[in-house]
């Protein structure tokens, strides 16, 4: 595995020089072309298709732990970066959920490998079941991490909060820094020991030009377009959380909820946050090659 295009080893370990080779564009990195601009992606391994989507404010680098191990068992891992993100370009003109599943569907069609495995990950879990939806014979599974499908009900007075802090902590010369410190208490029991490179690496990548924009955009958006869709994916579906997740009041019933919807079913990781992915991932690979049955070619 060439540590230039993929930062880290077979078992998941980083590769040395983790922050540069991460963010900077190698021989390997690729792009879609999009109408209003392009998407950066990285493919790695051979065998069935997965194409993973982070959430938004983070970057395809998100699935480091992951990947590896799904290419280890026999898998394509292809990560792309969202809209405004990683080494897309900035300055979209569309943040929705829809939008992004948009690209997604895309992504599978240049790729000309489908139908594939869908992993989306916050809001892209959103994204992910929208192209779901939209393309039935494009998706073949379908795996919700933490997932922002649906309009979830708060009290009026978060409402208010949630735009007071879009406002005010997510503008200004300040957000990218506001952003990381957020980021940060999304892993409420153990952080990667890459956490701080990748922290100041995220942060770095929010500080240039329409970055923060884009990342606003996606913020201000809501699940509008996805959740009337939710009863039209047809692909066997997983909705995975953790169950410290603190974006949810309670996790556990949100993924049951949302597995539901789409006729799927939902798994927990103990003492997981908002990333099982990457703040525990040997217990969430293992939950995820149960539920693609192993590894491929069995």
Known sequence: MNAAAFPFTATGEIAAGFPETAMQASATDRFLDRPDGRLAYADQGTGPLVVMVPGMGDLKEEYRFLAPRLVAAGYRAVTMDLRGHGKSTAGWSDGSCAAAGQDILALIDRLDAGPAIVIGNSMSGGSAAWAAAE????????????????????????????????????????????????????????????????????????????????????????????????????????????????????????????????????????????????????????????????????
């Open 135 to 298: 393309a039935p014979d494009a998706v073949a599974r379908l795996i919700l991490i933490a997932p922002f499908a649906r309009n979830v009900p708060m009290p009026g007075w978060k409402k208010l909060l949630v735009k007071a802090m879009m406002a005010t902590v997510f503008a200004g010369p300040w957000a990218p820094a506001a952003w990381g410190a957020y980021y940060a208490s999304l892993y409420p029991t153990k952080k990667p020991a890459d956490f701080a490179d990748y922290k100041r690496a995220l942060v770095a990548n929010l500080k240039e030009p329409g970055r923060m924009a884009s990342l606003r955009a996606m913020m201000r958006t809501d699940r509008s377009d996805v959740e009337p869709r939710l009863g039209d994916v047809r692909a066997d579906a997983l909705v995975l959380m953790g169950e410290k997740d603190p974006d949810f009041d309670d996790p556990a019933a949100e993924a049951t909820t949302v597995a539901k919807l789409i006729r799927g079913r939902a798994a927990m990781i103990a003492g997981a946050g908002h990333y099982p992915h990457a703040e525990m991932p040997e217990e969430t690979a293992a939950v995820v090659l149960d539920f693609l049955g192993g590894a491929a070619g069995r």
